[in-house]
Structure formats: structure tokens, C-alpha cells
T-cell receptor
């Protein structure tokens, strides 16, 4: 069964910590995305990547960075976590030709920054 | 400024009746629209989509209507079932957007047995 796997379901971190959120997909998708979901705001795009070592900023990249060293893995990095980064983080992937109608999401990581 | 808006945070309907979820957009460049469904503790899953060259797309119990002049789309679920209870997100994209989706804030649908 094809899927997008996020390494942690729940994470609790302290303000100022460096946080790594990992995402792995087993479908050989070129495109990978990181979103955050907040009540009343829906899903907002943080970063995305079309290929290995390539990355593009989304709508809210401030305070985040990403790494894509291998095609199947896309990591989101919070350089110095802050309380306003408490959120549900969702990773997704797709083939380029699908225009995102086949965007497949992981189950999400609920991050709490104290 | 939100380019995709879902003004109803929640909706309750009786089982067997019609559910109508609404979505408005402001960006006239959007030419492809999607609905995703999300259950608690799971990621969103694709439900149905529509291109701007159409005004209706149907898939089983789900139909999406697009009114380009009003920049409005709606999702109809007939008949509604308790298993349809979830958060529904409207999303939009354009040919020149590098395949980025812009999501609405979501509507929590509750179907009462």
C-alpha cells in the first residue's frame, strides 16, 4: 500500500530548540510539500520541492528550512522553534503530471512548542 | 488576504439529506479546483475536482458545481451518510502557479444519524 510516512505523530519541544520533521514517500514522486494546518486558516504551504536538492518557498517559509538529499525523503527544519510554530504539520507528495489532484498526504505531526 | 474562503466553519445535516458546502475565491487566475476530505488523526484525501472549462463534475454521491462569474464553487453530497462526517477543504490552483494549491480554512461537516 503506497503511502507518505511522517516519522512522528506527536512532538513536544522547547522554545529555541532545533526541530527536524521527517517525511518519506514510497511512490517515487518527484514533488514533495510541507504544509501547516491551523484552525481557521486551513492548510498553508511552507516549502516544496520538485526534485532532489531543489526547494522552493511557499507562502509562509519564515522560520523554516528544508532538505531533500534523496528523492523519497523531505525534511522540514525549524532552526529555532518558537511558540507560534505550534501546529499540525502535513507532508504531501505527487507526480508532476497530476496537477496535485493526486496529492497524497501523510497523517501529520502535531508539534507543540513550549 | 485569503484567496480561497470557506465562510462556514461547521455544518450539521441529517443522514439521508443533502449536504452543501460552499467555497469562494478571489483570484481570477485559478483554473482548477479540488475538494479534500480530512478525518481526525489522518491526512487530507482527495475527493473530487473540476476544471474551469466545466461547470459541474459528478462522482457518485458527490457533485461539485463551479460558477466562474460569481467565483464560487460548491460541493453537494447526496445522500449524506454518517461516514461523511469530516473536515472538507476547498483548494484551487492555476496553470502558472507551479502546481501550488491554495486551500480554504475548511468546513466541519457532521452528519447526524
Amino acid at each position: 500500500d503506497v503511502k507518505v510516512t511522517q516519522s512522528s505523530r506527536y512532538l513536544v519541544k522547547r522554545t529555541g530548540e532545533k526541530v527536524f520533521l521527517e517525511c518519506v514517500q514510497d511512490m517515487d514522486h518527484e514533488n514533495m510539500f510541507w504544509y501547516r494546518q491551523d484552525p481557521g486558516l486551513g492548510l498553508r504551504l511552507i516549502y516544496f520541492s520538485y526534485d532532489v536538492k531543489m526547494k522552493e518557498k511557499g507562502d509562509i517559509p519564515e522560520g523554516y528550512s528544508v532538505s531533500r538529499e534523496k528523492k523519497e525523503r523531505f525534511s522540514l527544519i525549524l532552526e529555532s522553534a518558537s511558540t507560534n510554530q505550534t501546529s499540525m504539520y502535513l507532508c504531501a507528495s505527487s507526480f508532476p503530471k497530476d496537477r496535485n489532484e493526486k496529492l497524497l498526504f501523510g497523517s501529520g505531526t502535531q508539534l507543540s512548542v513550549l | 488576504d485569503q484567496q480561497v474562503k470557506q465562510n462556514s466553519p461547521s455544518l450539521s445535516v441529517q443522514e439521508g439529506r443533502i449536504s452543501i458546502l460552499n467555497c469562494d475565491y478571489t483570484n481570477s487566475m485559478f483554473d482548477y479546483f479540488l475538494w479534500y476530505k480530512k478525518y481526525p488523526a489522518e491526512g487530507p484525501t482527495f475527493l473530487i475536482s473540476i476544471s474551469s472549462i466545466k461547470d459541474k463534475n459528478e462522482d457518485g454521491r458527490f457533485t461539485v458545481f463551479l460558477n466562474k462569474s460569481a467565483k464560487h464553487l460548491s460541493l453537494h453530497i447526496v445522500p449524506s451518510q454518517p461516514g461523511d462526517s469530516a473536515v472538507y477543504f476547498c483548494a484551487a490552483t492555476s496553470s502558472g502557479s507551479a502546481r501550488q494549491l491554495t486551500f480554504g480554512s475548511g468546513t466541519q461537516l457532521t452528519v447526524l444519524p
